[in-house]
């Protein structure tokens, strides 16, 4: 069990690593605000495919359509029309009314009429901005009606993001020492009080508002997906009602004709305000479906402000909230995890895991989909998927090569020993057969003799029958050496000494000169950090320096073959005292891959004559295991 | 000390009742009072070694399974070895097996073991077994001709030998000579004596056999 948890550790060690940074790169991405952009254009579209809830009918909006325009032939309309449009809205005994209309200036004639109103009735609301930027015609200081006292004014500011759209609702800000609140506040202050619930400080943060029983959560500069987003002022996420037709809408014809039921009117919030595209009062947003492409009317906005809290306090509809950043990393963390997980779990099929990574990012963005919609929770869906998708896409080509790399060296093997059972065949029953032949040429065949050798034969391709019957299952761990099979999963020293036994057994004629070997291998030798590939490497060197010497180290008495690590090198040696390097033809296959091999593992090869005779081949490397592996 | 009647602690390991009970029977009828525990899967044995690890012998199957019911394999048991070997290096074995050859692979960590080490053809009558055990006891190494190439030693070991019959040093300063314990010229010897096949026989001084295979191999002039 312990040694299973070890090893699964190794593996995690050596595997997760790459997955552990691209977590930590989308971290940073996260961090330096490259996936904002990414993030908020998917709460819009996450807000946008929610499905329609019914219209608030606590609101009614009567918007100056572009018929009532046309009708007035006058825009701004003038004080007298407002003053009428608001007596009638009166007598139906509205809760209050948000004129989002800008009145700093009298707009004759009528403005007499509209002062009075404006004096008498305490339930009216008016306008201003606050906020100016002189570089944008949209961002611009208007004044308040200086009839209305400034408990009935209220602002009309929207914050926009950078691109372009807005999300985020203003409550209050503070304006030369003065604390202001906007349009929606001062309507839901005086709606709210009709039901006994006032506008509060919350008891944990002063700053943040609280209506009733319901915190109003205030963005700051890092929430949910924004980076170092503008936060002045008092602001929350809003929550837009879902739908094409949030709210009832009447144009000031309608109102004119008597074409509205008192019930729409009586005990609601009505907003009066612009409804007509040639008058640009609107705001960007791709959160709401609407039936104008990616926006929606300024008074509309507000009616969406007002919406999400009343709706919250009374109806328990959620706001949008977030978690703290720490959770949110965590959550991401453990997405780009679960990535890692299933790359290690389906590390067999590629097919299989890209099909899981799959889905499971699918299934992130519905489990996000389903808290926003349910619970109004924002999570960052964008990072979550992409560290699932990169990691298990990532792990999913690093096994597709790795199957690829597979493949290529079974090919080499194949092709080893093809090579190998050619030379078997041509050295051992076609030497048999041959000498048969040359017995029943000469017409000197006995029989005995002919059943002795025809039962060699036999055994000699029954061997190699067997030997290409063990070929079919050869599988990317093992390796060919010789007459059997060696398991590269084995500790190094194992496998060194299986190569160097099956080499040995082999039929090369010098070695049946050995008298002796001397063999040092030691545990010493570690081959923790080597790749299978580099082991394989390894088995073909040291076989190719035995064969070596059994090819052409003629005279030989004595092999030395030595592995192991002596002041942190670890050597691999084959000593012989044949007849040594005493030409350059005969100096032995595979230097330019032993070169390549030493070259791939930093160490060095050296090929050279031993005294007083013979031939020493050496490969050395550093045993040293690397910082990796100090952790 | 009392050399008399020592009681000979044994684990054997098989995942047949049948071999298991004849190993069993053998042994007391040589050893009365052995005292001996069975194990039969190399996950047990495992368990059973590390609670009685004052064993003087452990008798093994090669191909065992690792859990009830799993496929007994010769890869299990060798991995048994791997470990029992490097965790109780001088632990006395003897190894069961129908094909020695598997154990070709734990051959450097043979050569590094301290303890007995010897090799029973499951082949050959049952009384060869107790043999193989009581070399193991004395700390010898029995592997049969298939496990090797022709003669293999370890560099020291031959340095032993030079030390031994050219320079004609004592056990005690050999071991001074080359920096090792008494104990492990002692093991290098049995190890030495494998080599060249040279074994315990009744009337025969092994040290002057193996010093006479030696030379007429020509490991020492």
Redesign the interface.
Known sequence: MWQKVTKEIAVWRAGAMPGIAVIFLVFLARAIGGLEFLELTALDSFLRWRSPEPVDDKILIVGINEQDINNLAKYPISDRELANLITTLESYNPVVIGIDLVRDKPQEPGSAELEKVFSQQKNVIGVEKVLSNPNNSRINLIKSPHVLPAEQIGFVDILLDQDGNSRRSLLTMVNNNELKFSLPIRLVEQYLATKNISLKNAPDDPETMQVGQVELTRVNPQTGGYIRTNAEGNQVLLNFRRGENPFRIVSLEDMKQGKVQPAWIKDRIVLIGITALSVRDDVNTNAVRSNNTGFIYGVEFHAHAVSQIISAVLDDRPLLWIWHDGAEYLWIFAWGFLGIGLARLLNESPWKLAMVIFLSSVLVALVCYLLLLEYGLWLPVVSSVLVLFLNGLGLTASMFYRDRQNLKFQLKERQYMIKYMASTIHNRPIQTLKKILREAYSKELAEDWLIKELNILNEELREIGNLIEKETIIDGNSIHIGKSEVDLQ??L??IL??VY?NT??LDYPNFKT??????????SINGIKLTVEQKRSLCRFLEEAIINVGKYAEGV?RL?V?CLQKDQQNMIRVEDNGIGLDSNKNSGGGTKQANDLAKQLRGEFKRYPREPKGTICELSWSGNKGWFWHF | MNTINKVTKILVIDDHDAVINGTVNAIYSKYADANIIKAKTTEEAWEKLNSFPDRDVVVTDLSLPEKPGNKPQPETGIKLLRTIMKKYPSLNLVVQSADARALIRLRPQINEHEGGFTVADKSEPIDQMLTKLEWSLQGINFTPKEMRTGLELKEEWNDLLELAFNKSLTDKEIAKKMSIAERTVRNYWTKIQDALEVYPEDDKNLRLQTEKQAREIGLID
């Open positions: 084995c500790p020293t194992e000494y299986q036994s040995i057994r050995i008298k002796f070997k001397i063999n040092n291998f030691e545990d008495t030395k030595v």
